[in-house]
């Protein structure tokens, strides 16, 4: 990655379980995708584990663009996190 932090931004149960709304953080250079990232974060904290501990269901969107969890982090300059949406 690079030394610029990116803005991430946790939207309903992810921001409770965290503890906050958002941050700004700067990337680890190994941490490349989505998938990564949520990984990397997953070992930030018990609050992170919390939220994260099933990766797989989180949605994310990178400059408010929902994404795989495959996509680059390359042109990052925020990235949401978002608990799975349900129907109704």
Same mark, same amino acid.
């Given at each position: @990655?690079? =030394? *610029?932090?990116? *803005? /991430?931004?946790? +939207?309903?149960? #992810?921001?409770? *379980?965290? $503890?906050?709304?958002? &941050? =700004?953080?700067? /990337?680890?250079?190994? #941490?490349?995708?989505? *998938? =990564? /990232?949520?990984?990397?974060?997953? =070992?930030?904290? &018990?609050?992170?584990?919390?939220?994260?501990?099933?990766?797989?269901?989180?949605?994310?969107?990178?400059?408010? &663009?929902?994404?795989?969890?495959?996509?680059? /982090?390359?042109?990052?300059?925020?990235?949401?996190? +978002?608990?799975? @949406?349900? $129907?109704?």
């Amino acid at each position: @990655m690079s =030394d *610029r932090p990116i *803005r /991430l931004i946790y +939207f309903a149960w #992810v921001r409770e *379980r965290i $503890g906050c709304s958002e &941050e =700004d953080v700067v /990337l680890p250079d190994e #941490v490349k995708s989505v *998938r =990564d /990232l949520l990984l990397w974060l997953r =070992d930030r904290g &018990e609050g992170y584990e919390n939220a994260l501990s099933h990766p797989e269901v989180i949605r994310v969107a990178i400059n408010q &663009e929902h994404v795989a969890h495959g996509e680059s /982090l390359a042109d990052a300059r925020e990235v949401a996190l +978002f608990p799975p @949406m349900t $129907g109704g």
